[in-house]
T-cell receptor, first 113, second 112 residues
Framework: GAVVSQHPSWVICKSGTSVKIECRSL??????MFWYRQFPKQSLMLMAT?????????EQGVEKDKFLINHASLTLSTLTVTSAHPEDSSFYIC?????????FGQGTRLTVV | AQSVTQPDIHITVSEGASLELRCNYS??????LFWYVQSPGQGLQLLLK??????LVQGIKGFEAEFKRSQSSFNLRKPSVHWSDAAEYFC??????????FGKGTSLLVTP
């Protein structure tokens, strides 16, 4: 099966700093990747669609200036949480499509202190 | 609007008992349907999926799901639950593209 790797698996940062999360498709190319956010004991909510070589498409209510997405190659998308605040603490998961399936990364637990 | 509903927030079953987790979808056309399992602090593992064809889908870990168009449902079942099955279960759906629409999840507790 296809493998999507997400790094780091967890990160703690100070309020006001920025954090970058990487999502890589290891054995296939992905023109489109997706970023989800999951609050504790809640479901996954789509944040944005990352398109290789073009701007990301953000879901309604997601601040594009706070959550910067870059999809510079067919195997890598990054999510940067800028000027992080405690309310940004969450579980972030990426996915990439191949064939008719979507494959998920392991997720990144972000804690902002 | 398109939606996925999991009516049960929590379910408790005894080890060895059968399990059924409910999922209903609201889409204009039949979407692709999925069930995922998530252990605490972990990512998502795909249990099974339905795209077309046979309405009874077999998955991993002894799970199966039945697609019922008339009821807009895709319920997950397992004949005999093991303690290791305790986790959060998510039903999800999509049309074209790969972005998934998730239900709110059902938390499964397994008692001895």
């Amino acid at each position: 099966g296809a493998v999507v790797s997400q790094h780091p698996s967890w990160v703690i940062c100070k309020s006001g700093t920025s954090v970058k999360i990487e999502c890589r498709s290891l054995d296939f190319q992905a023109t489109t990747m997706f970023w989800y956010r999951q609050f504790p004991k809640q479901s996954l909510m789509l944040m944005a669609t990352s398109n290789e070589g073009s701007k990301a498409t953000y879901e309604q209510g997601v601040e594009k200036d706070k959550f910067l997405i870059n999809h510079a190659s067919l195997t890598l998308s990054t999510l940067t949480v800028t000027s992080a605040h405690p309310e940004d603490s969450s579980f972030y998961i990426c996915s990439a499509g191949r064939g008719i399936e979507a494959f998920f990364g392991q997720g990144t637990r972000l804690t902002v202190v | 609007a398109q939606s996925v509903t999991q009516p049960d927030i929590h379910i408790t079953v005894s080890e060895g008992a059968s399990l059924e987790l409910r999922c209903n979808y609201s889409y204009g056309a039949t979407p692709y349907l999925f069930w995922y399992v998530q252990s605490p602090g972990q990512g998502l593992q795909l249990l099974l999926k339905y795209f077309s064809g046979d309405t009874l889908v077999q998955g991993i870990k002894g799970f199966e799901a039945e697609f019922k168009r008339s009821q807009s449902s895709f319920n997950l079942r397992k004949p005999s639950v093991h303690w290791s099955d305790a986790a959060e279960y998510f039903c999800a759906a999509r049309n074209s593209g790969y972005a998934l629409n998730f239900g709110k999840g059902t938390s499964l507790l397994v008692t001895p």
